[in-house]
């Protein structure tokens, strides 16, 4: 089975006067102007900006999930949110995200840190 290709992760906090609706807008107005193609949900991608988390705030639509639904399972997204905000509440779960972290048991999932 060859490796499966490698991405560049990170994670963000920022404060601003938009609702949710109008952020995804704005991420997926900056997606499309670096090119990104929808090919397939688990494919290759120039670049994937989601929204993890939005204050408190507990969304579902066919097209904004917040929390997003995968969080708790990534370790490539729990790593670096927890540097940044341990003690962040998942407010679905009711856990931090050094809590989440830890309870990963996915060994498969590696990762390399960039300085």
Request: aromatic content about 6%.
């Amino acid at each position: 089975m060859a490796d499966p290709e490698w991405f560049v992760n990170g994670v963000f906090l920022l404060e601003t006067e938009w609702g949710p609706r109008e952020l995804l807008e704005r991420l997926l107005h900056i997606e499309n102007e670096l090119g990104r193609k929808r090919n397939g949900k688990w494919g290759p991608r120039t670049i994937d900006l989601d929204i993890l988390l939005f204050d408190e705030l507990i969304v579902r639509e066919p097209d904004l999930a917040i929390p997003h639904p995968e969080l708790d399972k990534r370790r490539f997204v729990l790593e670096p949110l927890t540097e940044i905000a341990p003690d962040l509440i998942h407010p679905i779960l009711r856990k931090t995200m050094d809590e989440l972290q830890r309870a990963l048991t996915d060994t498969n999932q590696k990762l390399k840190k960039m300085v």
